[in-house]
């Protein structure tokens, strides 16, 4: 079976030059007689990637001093609670911008351990709001956004800067797609498994102010000041999933860093929008400003060929094109790892599709 083009949102597709390194390395990793599955996680072999994947991200993604990168368990979800239950307190409130369904599930987590309060909400609108447009409370321990709504394909194309609390985004299915200004952030945080590697570990970016006031009964696995000096091995980690985002942050450093990212994520994501926007056979629910350059939900006009879609598509080797069940219709993601090619190969699948179903 070759290789297909899966535009999955996530866990989503690898380079093929990664699927190729973690293949050829596998059974005899650095001449260890063993994979990089089997070696301990105190290991100096291992040492080395959590050592050079800090590096890593903090080259590509220009990470100051001051900010310290955590490496930990439970997808980008477990940070939805440890944020509020290291920034905030059952007494104080933690603000919420809501683009779509990351981040009302963020914004329903923080819930648990922190008053909260939504200042901005523009799901139903599939878009985002400008700064200007958001009132913010001079009280809020922060403020939470997400950068790239997954599900509705609407992406941040601005910070929404605030100077009177920490922001704190979800930059889950976006991240390393584009240089980010880290010093207005208080907190970045992403699962790895989109745009970066697989599932089973999550990084967060957190200003080093921030760290230790958490709440009283925090658990120390979610806890960043503990995980800060326990140089994010407090337990035992995944060690293949590091070993993977660190091969995904070398070949995306090898590729060209993140401003190569961002010039073929423009591209991709200008190809596929623009052949929708110029058939009448597909739509997309989201005005330009607001589109996503990662996952580019469509319907067909015809909604009784959804099924025959998804089943053609596969047999040509466009999988997962399935849309979330909110939307409806399709969604293709293409992170960082889909190569142009694979959106050429989609465009010319619809084209022939809607000519054989006019
Ligand atoms: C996928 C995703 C998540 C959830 O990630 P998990 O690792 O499954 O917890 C959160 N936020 C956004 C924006 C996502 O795309």
């Known amino acids: 079976m070759p290789r297909v083009f899966n535009f999955s949102p996530g866990p989503a597709m690898l380079p093929a030059a990664v699927i190729e390194k973690v293949q050829a390395e596998l059974s005899d990793w650095k001449k260890c007689g063993m994979s990089v599955m089997e070696i301990s996680h105190r290991s100096p072999a291992f040492l080395n990637i959590v050592e050079q994947s800090k590096a890593m991200l903090r080259k590509l993604l220009n990470i100051p001093d001051n900010y310290c990168i955590l490496f930990l368990h439970g997808g980008a979800s477990m940070q939805c609670s440890a944020i509020p239950l290291n920034l905030s307190s059952p007494k104080k409130n933690a603000d919420y911008i809501i683009t779509g369904q990351w981040g009302l599930k963020a914004y329903n987590e923080a819930k648990r351990f922190s008053k909260t309060r939504i200042i901005s909400n523009t799901m139903e609108q599939f878009s985002t709001p400008n700064t200007s447009e958001l009132a913010f409370n001079d009280d ?5 956004y997400t ?27 976006n991240i390393l797609s584009r240089p980010i200004d880290v010093e207005k952030y208080g907190v970045i945080y992403a699962c790895c498994q989109k745009n970066i590697g697989i599932a089973g570990l999550a990084i967060s970016i957190v200003r080093e102010d921030l760290l230790g006031h958490h709440q009283a009964h925090t658990p120390s696995l979610l806890e960043w000041q503990h995980l800060h000096e326990k140089n994010s091995l407090p337990n035992t980690m995944p060690t293949f999933a590091w070993y993977v985002l660190l091969c995904c942050l070398q070949w995306i450093e090898q590729s060209g860093g993140v401003v190569q990212m961002q010039k073929n994520s423009i591209q991709k994501a200008k190809l596929l929008y623009e052949y929708i926007d110029n058939s009448d056979f597909y739509s997309n629910p989201v005005a330009p400003q607001y589109r996503s350059k990662m996952n580019v939900p469509f319907t067909l006009q015809k909604t009784d060929l959804d099924a025959l879609f998804l089943q053609q598509s596969t047999q040509a080797g466009l999988t997962n094109l399935k849309g979330h069940v909110s939307v409806g219709g399709m969604r293709a993601s293409i992170y960082n790892s889909m190569p142009e090619e694979g959106v050429h190969k989609l465009i010319e699948f619809m084209h022939t599709f809607s000519r054989q179903h006019k």
């Open 147 to 173: 950068d790239n709504e997954t599900i509705l394909g609407v992406e941040f194309s601005h910070v929404p800067e605030i100077d009177n609390a920490p922001l704190v985004v979800d930059s889950s299915s």
């Open 140 to 144: 809020a321990a922060y403020l939470h």
